[in-house]
């Protein structure tokens, strides 16, 4: 093959030859899928039906709810289709597609969680601003721009991947289409345009990741002057769930697309997609629900009337 267009399809990394621990792969990953849908639908309930939670930042965690389930849905139901079929294969269209949806959405995640850091930093450190700064227009528009930028990103990405020769085979060694392995198929220095983009994305991430260290330092501040012990847990309570995944999903995207070639490893590669693919959709959820007891709450309320009630919702709930 000397050049991609010649490229029907790709071969993905198998995580097992054996019919038995094929289906153990689909049964994990399709219980990681069930439980990413099932916190999704609760938050998105939740905050949909509980009007004390229309706020900035329930607002934006609904979005990023569905940003990680729609990333999530990229690469784990493939994945468990090609197991339990037994098949390795995946269309170069749909290859494509993968990497475009993957970068848009997880892109749109990143630019979001810089906007939630900055929202934090409004509600916590300028309350008597909160109003101006955060009103329900501007939150909008902040959680479009994250969307479109994500758009932009992923286009960028995909349009200049799928542009270079690939013709050193079609295995790629993880269980989705990642640029960084698609980039090993390449057979001229044409991959070198992606790496620069890479590079690029990574100072840009890395500028961002900066703005929301800036954040929570000036949040972390103010918290500790706040005299009440119940005001600064309420303040930590919201603020590191944020910070926890925005270390997980930068620390461990930076290595999986910059790593150097010597590192190499199938395993190392698998964990490392693993973490920042599958784990931020999957635990998000959890994490801000069980750290946030005002949304745990109203979660709660929301399964009890839906459970164990055969009246309608108050009027104060749903509106």
């Not at 475009?100 to 409004?122: H, K, N, P, Q, S």
């Not at 902040?142 to 349009?159: E, I, K, N, Q, R």
């Amino acid at each position: 093959m000397s050049n991609s267009s010649f490229l029907n399809e790709f071969l993905l990394l198998a995580f097992a030859d054996k019919w038995e621990l094929q289906l153990l792969h689909f049964s994990l990953f399709l219980g990681i899928y069930l439980a990413a849908l099932l916190g999704t639908i609760l938050i998105i309930s939740t905050i949909a039906c509980d009007h004390h939670l229309h706020t900035p930042m329930y607002f934006f965690l609904l979005n990023l709810s569905i940003l990680d389930f729609c990333s999530i849905s990229t690469t784990v139901p493939k994945s468990m289709a090609n197991s339990l079929w037994n098949t390795r294969a995946i269309s170069y269209s749909g290859c494509a597609a993968q990497v475009f949806f993957l970068f848009f959405f997880i892109g749109a995640e990143y630019f979001l969680l810089t906007v939630m850091a900055y929202d934090r930093f409004v509600a916590i450190c300028k309350p008597l601003h909160c109003e101006t700064l955060m009103g329900s227009r501007a939150c909008v528009k902040m959680a479009g721009v994250a969307w479109g930028s994500g758009f932009l990103y992923a286009g960028l990405h995909t349009g200049n991947t799928f542009s270079i020769p690939l013709c050193e085979g079609n295995i790629v060694d993880q269980f989705f289409c990642e640029v960084p392995q698609l980039l090993r198929l390449s057979c001229s220095n044409s991959y070198l345009r992606e790496i620069g983009l890479l590079t690029f994305s990574a100072f840009l991430f890395l500028g961002c990741l900066f703005l929301i260290i800036l954040s929570y330092v000036q949040i972390f501040m103010a918290v500790l002057r706040i005299p009440s012990e119940q005001g600064r847990n309420k303040a930590f309570s919201m603020c590191l769930p944020h910070l926890v995944m925005v270390s997980l999903f930068v620390s461990t995207g930076l290595f999986a697309y910059l790593k150097p070639p010597s590192t190499c490893s199938p395993a190392l590669d698998l964990v490392v997609a693993v973490l920042y693919s599958v784990v931020p959709p999957t635990v998000n959820p959890l994490i801000y629900s069980m750290r946030n007891k005002e949304l745990k709450n109203a979660v709660w309320k929301l399964i009890a009337w839906t459970f164990f009630s055969s009246k309608k919702l108050p009027v104060f709930f749903c509106k």
